[in-house]
């Protein structure tokens, strides 16, 4: 006999009886053995939860995070959408800076993909440079925001984000938390194009006090909500220009700053 290595085929271990083995768990055998498949296409094989993961199984958005049909992609029938738990003054670091923001914070609540802030500056558009989704976007508790960009950004959108938590308006942090404030720095119309190219407090690099400014907005419409007359026609994303100071040296206040809008890409 040449070799001596064991006869028969690998067979992996289906513990969750959803007919998908286990890629870590085989054993070598002529005949199928109880409890295995000639498969190894489950991603879940846990009893007490993966019966209902498996590549048949459609994937879900449910705040869970799990990669239902175990493509290798976690909730990817939709993008996410959420409100930085931080403020700052119009120095972000630039689009880029406020995008890595976005970033940290969905990376430390464990959020899939990409995120950028919903901001324009001076040149580049939010529209131009964000991804623009042809699935839903929806909150980290699953809640759906819009139904693709194009209602997302047809002025009109964000109702349910309004209401989110069915008494007032008031956005989630990326990890889900209700941060009771909805003001964002923006720059950006309601259908994603600049709102002003001299009020992105100089491509968002400055917290001067006095000769810049940046439009702001809010994550609703205030008009819907409270009947608001706004500056602009728009409430929703932007409701204003101010000063791009957090700390202001000269009146020696605090002004207000503000958190960032994020859009998985
Ligand atoms: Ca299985
Ligand atoms: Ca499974
Ligand atoms: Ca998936
Ligand atoms: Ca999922």
């Not at 005949?31 to 190894?40: C, H, K, M, T, V």
């Not at 909730?75 to 890595?100: K, P, Q």
Request: aromatic letters at 10%; hydrophobic letters at 30%; one cysteine or more.
């Amino acid at each position: 006999m040449m070799g001596g290595g064991p006869t028969g085929t690998t067979w992996y271990q289906d513990a969750d009886s959803d007919t998908y083995g286990n890629p870590n768990e085989t054993a070598t055998a002529v005949d199928q053995p109880l409890g295995y498949f000639a498969n190894s296409l489950d991603c879940n094989d846990d009893v007490n939860e993966g019966g209902d993961i498996n590549p048949d199984a459609t994937e879900v958005a449910d705040g869970t995070f799990a990669d239902e049909n175990c493509d290798g992609s976690v909730d990817e029938n939709v993008r996410y959408i959420f409100v930085t738990s931080t403020t700052s003054g119009g120095n972000l670091g630039g689009l880029s800076g406020a995008d890595a923001t976005c970033q940290t914070q969905a990376d430390l609540a464990a959020l899939p993909g990409t995120y950028r802030a919903w901001l324009s500056d001076s040149i580049t558009s939010g529209a131009s440079r964000l991804t623009q989704s042809s699935v839903p976007y929806v909150t980290p508790d699953a809640a759906v925001v819009a139904n693709d960009w194009s209602d997302f950004t047809d002025g009109t959108t964000n109702v349910v984000w309004m209401y989110a938590d069915a008494t007032q308006p008031n956005p989630l942090n990326a990890v889900g938390a209700y941060i009771g404030e909805y003001v964002t720095w923006t720059n950006t119309k309601s259908d994603g194009t600049i709102a002003d190219i001299g009020s992105s407090c100089e491509d968002w690099t400055s917290d001067e006090s006095v000769f810049v400014s940046g439009i702001w907005g809010h994550t609703y419409d205030e008009t819907v909500y409270s009947g608001m007359k706004a500056s602009y026609s728009e409430t929703w994303t932007r409701l204003q220009s101010m000063s791009c100071a957090h700390w202001d040296a000269i009146n020696g206040t605090t002004e207000l700053a503000f958190h960032l809008l994020c859009l998985q890409q």
